[in-house]
């Protein structure tokens, strides 16, 4: 009964360690990016404010999610810091409002600035400054589960909202070197066409176009393209960045432009965009949601189409914050 009583006494004291460990941790960890090392190398990064974990998925989620979590700065005090910042801004990620945006991650070891101009800068710091961290540690940490609305618009309604729908984990598209053929800026722009697809009939847009992709620095398609590049597929995922041809990421648009090769069937015409998108088959405009919509949103549309060469143009353009474009379709019979 003693030797009981002894082990009931040795835990009970033990405990309060225990739960001290536990309310610790987030607080030892806030401002860091962790890695999961029992698992496969997830990473999260850990809020300042809430002590909260992000999951930071694929590189354009990090890049997204660690943009999300930023802290508004003015040029002039960031200016005074020079590339090392003072502790009472450790962990945090730094936004120069001032300055298009620009993102700087404050490493909580050294304090050193470090830039997040693309997603793969974030995802090459998630990996590099990361902490692996053990499975066990990691659920003390709560986890704060954001995402953004999705608006589905079906095959009659197409200029009409008719269901909110969460995103899938981890199903943001994400833009990689592969989608860029080629750029130009606005001084090579001198007889550049439309590039005609390769005379194969196939009915996906990955495979059988190649986009002339206009790039303007407005709103409204005004002007001459600031720049211009070719592209696989239009399948872009900037979070709040914008594409490389541009210097701006809020209010700029883009032209794409392909023929492309269809067998003779109905086709199911998929969108998914932020903020606005018109989609014209031979000049004629058939898919449409022109506004600042504000969210990301889903419209889908069906064409019946004769065998053979069609164009396809794709308008679009962001308003602010976050940017996404992406077009494909279908034979569905």
Same mark, same amino acid.
């Given at each position: 009964m003693r030797k009981i009583l002894i082990l009931l006494l040795f835990l009970f004291l033990l405990l309060p360690l225990n739960l001290a460990q536990a309310e610790s941790l987030p607080s030892r960890l806030t401002g860091r990016i962790l890695l999961q090392v !029992?698992?496969? /190398?997830? +990473?999260?990064?850990?809020?300042?404010?809430?002590?909260? $974990?992000?999951? @930071?998925?694929r590189p354009a989620d990090a890049f997204k999610i660690m #943009? &999300? !979590?930023? @802290? /508004?700065?003015?040029?002039?005090?960031?200016?005074?810091?020079? *590339?090392?910042?003072?502790a009472r801004l450790s962990g945090r990620i730094l936004l120069k409002v001032e300055d298009l945006g620009k993102a700087y991650y404050v490493n909580p070891l050294d304090l050193k600035m470090h830039y997040l101009g693309r997603p793969a800068d974030a995802f090459s710091i998630m990996r590099n400054l990361g902490l692996g961290i053990t499975d066990s540690n990691l659920a003390l940490i709560i986890v704060d589960e954001k995402s953004s609305p999705i608006i589905i618009v079906d095959n009659s309604e197409v200029q009409k909202p008719v269901e909110a729908?969460?995103? &899938? *984990? /981890?199903?943001?598209?994400?833009?990689?070197?592969?989608?860029?053929i080629a750029t130009s800026t606005a001084d090579n722009l001198a007889g550049e066409t439309a590039t005609t697809s390769?005379?194969?009939a196939d009915t996906t847009a990955s495979s059988t176009c190649v986009w002339l992709a206009e790039y303007f620095d407005n709103k409204s398609l005004f002007g001459s393209p600031f720049a211009t590049s070719s592209v696989k597929t239009i399948d872009f995922d900037w979070g709040t960045g914008g594409p490389e041809q541009l210097t701006m990421f809020d209010r700029f648009s883009i032209r794409y432009t392909a023929n492309c090769n269809f067998l003779d069937g109905n086709y199911e015409f998929r969108t998914v965009f932020d903020d606005a998108i018109r989609v014209y088959f031979d000049n004629e405009n058939f898919l449409q949601s022109w506004a600042?919509?504000? #969210? &990301?949103?889903?419209?889908? #549309? &069906? $064409?019946?189409? *004769? +065998? /053979?060469?069609h164009e396809v143009k794709v308008e679009y353009y962001e308003a602010t914050r976050y940017a996404k474009v992406k077009v494909s379709w279908e034979k569905i019979n």
């Open positions: !029992q698992s496969h /190398g997830e +990473a999260w990064y850990v809020n300042p404010d809430s002590q909260k $974990r992000f999951y @930071l998925g #943009r &999300e !979590q930023s @802290l /508004g700065i003015a040029n002039k005090d960031f200016n005074s810091f020079k *590339t090392i910042a003072p729908v969460a995103p &899938e *984990t /981890g199903a943001v598209a994400t833009s990689t070197p592969d989608n860029i390769p005379a194969v600042d919509n504000n #969210r &990301e949103m889903i419209f889908n #549309r &069906e $064409r019946n189409i *004769t +065998a /053979g060469s």
